[in-house]
């Protein structure tokens, strides 16, 4: 057996060569290489990976224009996947704020970005308002020293002055698309005499500082991501590095920014691979060591095109103002193109913290989907600690104006019972709302018409009996639901108005209050008793007391739900405009009820149905 040698390497081929190699000795043979060898040899190299990104120093930035939004798409995937790279390896989370386009440039934007970051519990070890031994962290602030590198391009040969108007600059681009060639500067200040420099400059004509880039060669990095990306040096030509007013160009910027702030590792979207040509060969040029670069791909809309607005929200901002829990935002970004190779899918930060590994990052694009982030945020949503979630759902509740005082157990007990049906902070008005709703008549409405006709007559049906009958128009799509009038058949059909009778006793001798003041175990030992005297059990005894009791075929836990509307209507923190019907309201509804009147106009209706339809 020979010895032969891996090589991963991040630097230059050629004339101007810089490369930053791991070599690991690696078993070969004249034949065919025995796997379980190179397996053994496989372990060690990742042993080795592993040794070596632990000695050195996690550094990592994210830096935000203050003109962006905190996008939701490619620039929030990898806010996450710089942050627990970070924090997975005890390095330190980099926030910069790049603001050299001073027109376009908000204090708003900066601040919103700042907040967003804040919200999702992503805190940064040095950037604005906290400080740090590299700042400042905004680029408006830190012209002198991008200035000062350069001078020092221009002093060492890596740079000139560039003269060209841009009329000229207009001319060389005519010229390469008549000549079907790429847009590249031509050089024509590259070789100019100081004579002719001191000429212009007497003049006071305004100039720019173009990089010299070299004629040959090649460029190599191993991105952690996308393993070996090599550029021709041939196809790029002399480019800006600062403009005629002094600000510096992005690609020049970042890279002195990097270097200074120490950046050991630049994870960023894949948009901006070509950028990396560029700052690699201003690295070099300053004598500045590389970082290992990771280019991540975007996340796309559902329709695999670029995420944007008419996708819906898009920003961290509007995610907020719908609902959506930071640990939930966190959970489902850090999955868009990473996952830690099982099938888990519920990550707290603590946890992401622990198994967030770049190597597990794919290079496929991920694709967004708002049906899983619904599905994560109430998980995340429902692991609260109970009294987190009561806080938050409570104070919702009563600035929603359905509650006029949190005081008391009503709403740890509704945001127990409610709970399963809320995915989302915002849901939680609604949910609320439909409990303590009584809507009898539009249930049974829909029960009536469902008795004996198909869709297309309930259609026929709901046209006309809105237009003569005081039933809310808002039901109209569970009109032609055939699921609920098809439950609700048999509850109209089994003597209803019998049940409603017997219930109405119950309530009158005070049995039934007794029992819900009991709490579970009194409602279960009343509800087993009066199944009792009624001959019924299972669906033929609750369904009927659910629709008379909540008016509804579905809701939660129905014994939960009973006790808890009694608690409502004596516990005084229910507001009235809520549309809140106590115990004692619904019941004087089943009392004053003509259910020889419903039952035949419910055989009326269908009849009406049926010769609409013929």
């Known amino acids: ?167 000229e600059l207009e001319k060389m681009k005519e010229r390469a698309q008549q000549l079907q060639m790429p847009p590249v500067y031509t050089g024509k200040w590259s070789t100019a005499s100081d004579g002719e420099i001191q000429e212009e400059l007497a003049k006071m004509t305004p100039y720019t500082y173009r990089f010299r880039v070299p004629k040959e060669g090649t460029l190599k990095i191993n991105d952690l991501v996308r393993g070996e990306v090599i550029w021709s040096l041939d196809t790029l030509g002399d480019f800006v590095i600062l403009r005629s007013n002094g600000q510096p160009v992005y690609n020049f910027c970042v890279t002195v920014d990097d270097a200074t702030m120490h950046i050991s590792h630049v994870i960023r979207a894949e948009e901006h691979l070509p950028n990396t040509l560029r700052q690699a060969l201003i690295y070099q040029a300053l004598g500045f060591t590389m970082p290992s670069f990771a280019h991540v791909s975007l996340i796309l809309a559902p329709d695999r095109s670029k995420l944007s607005k008419r996708h819906g929200a898009t920003s961290v901002g509007q995610f907020r103002e719908m609902g959506y829990l930071p640990k939930s935002m966190v959970n489902y970004l850090a999955l868009l193109g990473w996952s830690d190779g099982t099938d888990n899918e519920f990550f707290t930060m603590d946890q992401l913290t622990q198994c967030f590994t770049i190597c597990r990052i794919v290079i496929s694009a991920a694709t967004s989907d708002s049906v899983k982030l619904l599905w994560m945020n109430g998980q995340h949503l429902r692991s609260l600690p109970s009294e987190e979630l009561t806080t938050i759902l409570g104070e919702r509740w009563k600035s929603a104006g359905l509650l006029v005082d949190l005081e008391g157990t009503f709403v740890k007990e509704a945001t127990e019972l409610l709970k399963d049906g809320i995915d989302l902070v915002t849901d939680a008005d609604t949910v609320l709302s439909n409990f303590l709703s009584y809507p009898l008549d539009s249930t049974l409405a829909r029960a009536a018409i469902g008795l004996s006709t198909p869709v297309n007559q309930c259609f026929l049906f ?29 509850i109209v059909e089994d003597k209803l108005c019998d049940m409603a009778a017997s219930l109405l006793s119950a309530y009158d001798s005070g049995e039934l209050v007794e029992a819900l003041k009991e709490g579970p175990a009194g409602w279960q030992k009343w509800v087993k008793s009066f199944g009792k005297q009624l001959n019924r059990k299972g669906k033929s005894l609750f369904m009927p007391l659910r629709v008379l009791l909540t008016g509804k075929l579905h809701g939660p836990e129905m014994g939960g739900s009973i006790i808890l509307i009694y608690k409502a209507g004596v516990c005084g923190i229910i507001s009235p405009h809520a549309g809140f019907k106590t115990l004692g309201d619904r019941l004087k509804i089943l009392r004053e009820m003509d259910w020889e009147a419903f039952n035949a106009q419910k055989c009326s209706d269908a009849d009406s149905v049926t010769a609409v339809s013929l």
Request: proline share 4%.
């Open 1 to 167: 057996m020979t010895v032969g040698c891996y090589e991963v390497s991040i630097g230059y081929e050629g004339e101007y060569d810089i490369t930053h190699c791991i070599r690991i000795d690696a078993p070969s043979y004249d034949r065919q290489l025995d796997p379980k060898v190179f397996n053994v040899w496989l372990l060690d190299m990742y042993n080795y990976f592993d040794w070596y990104e632990m000695a050195n120093e996690r550094r990592v930035r994210f830096s935000k224009m203050k003109t962006d939004t905190n996008e939701a798409g490619g620039a929030r995937q990898l806010e996450d996947n710089i942050y627990w790279y970070c924090k997975s390896n005890g390095g330190k989370f980099i926030l910069r704020i790049e603001d050299t386009d001073l027109e376009r440039s908000t204090k708003q934007s900066e601040e919103a970005v700042l907040n967003d970051l804040t919200w999702l519990g992503l805190d940064w070890d040095e950037g604005p308002g906290v400080g740090g031994e590299y700042g400042p962290y905004r680029q408006s602030e830190r012209n002198s020293l991008y200035k000062q590198h350069a001078e020092n391009l221009l002093n060492s040969g890596h740079a000139y002055r560039c003269f060209c108007s841009n009329e």
């Open 462 to 490: 709901s046209r006309l009996v809105l237009k003569a009958s005081s039933i809310p128009s808002g039901f109209i799509t569970d009109l032609v639901d055939p699921y609920a009038t098809n439950q609700g058949k048999p």
